[in-house]
């Protein structure tokens, strides 16, 4: 199996989870229902999200956590949802990709993922205004 080398490896591994993300019982629902995922205009600004994570180039521009805070006002995430996330996500680069890239990659989604539920879920940020 090859390493994830180039942007468009990264838009096959999200493709890929998308995939499983969208038929997942647990976590589905946030994709349908809580906030309706526009492919055409998620798709680029997450591939880029992840070329910056692994390939340390400028490009995504937005505030990941403030898009989840979002969500978590509209149904809140419970740690059983990043959990499965995390999951998802490791299986679908476990599927398609090897090397030095696919292990950084699936340890930074569990670092971010960690992150992103402790500031949501135990930090009172979503008691906030935003
Ligand atoms: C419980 C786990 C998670 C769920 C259910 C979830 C769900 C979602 C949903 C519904 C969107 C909104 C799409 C839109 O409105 O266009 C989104 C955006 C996004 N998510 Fe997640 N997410 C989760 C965890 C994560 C994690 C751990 C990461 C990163 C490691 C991540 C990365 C992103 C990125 C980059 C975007 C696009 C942000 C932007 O629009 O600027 N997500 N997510």
Known sequence: MKDIKTRNDIQ???????????????????????????????MPLIVD?????????????????QV??????LSAFKTEHFARWV???QQTVNELYAGSNAE???QRAE????????KLL????????N
């Open 12 to 42: 096959t591994l999200l493709e890929s989870f998308y995939h499983k993300a969208l038929t997942d019982e647990l976590i589905s629902f946030f994709f349908t229902e809580v906030a309706p995922l526009h492919m055409e205009t998620h």
């Open 49 to 65: 999200f992840w070329e910056t994570v692994v390939f340390g180039v400028a490009k995504y521009k937005g505030n990941v956590l």
């Open 68 to 73: 989840h805070q979002h969500i978590h006002q």
């Open 87 to 89: 999951v998802l996500f």
């Open 104 to 106: 950084m990659v699936k």
């Open 111 to 118: 670092s971010i993922a960690t992150v992103m539920r402790i």
């Open 122 to 129: 135990h930090s009172g940020i979503e008691l906030k205004n």
